[in-house]
């Protein structure tokens, strides 16, 4: 994987220290964007989904409460291994910036 999705790195690095239920994915990823990203239930599930099959996330257990059933998802080392390695790749990207910004700044005459 090259590229991740704001959304998507936001999923994997919600779920990086603990086992989260879909609203806790929602909220943390809420927390996490600074309110920028707010997921949908259904976008959530389809990247869930997704990322399960990819191999990044498994179903950790399930729970009813007030009789509804909770499902909660954890990382996988294949997922905390991808978050890394995409931590990185921002990391670097992020770098490079900072490097042509402080070029722009004027300089103390």
Known sequence: MSEMREATFLILTALADEPRHGYGIIQEVAG???GRVNLLPGTLYAALDRLAA???VELSHEEVV????RRYYRLRA???AE????TER?????SAAETRLRALRPRPA
Do not use: T, V, W
């Open 32 to 34: 996490l964007s600074g």
């Open 54 to 56: 990819q191999g990044l």
């Open 78 to 80: 294949d997922g905390q």
């Open 66 to 69: 007030d009789g509804r059933l």
């Open 83 to 86: 978050l890394a390695r995409q």
């Open 90 to 94: 921002l990391r670097q990207l992020a």
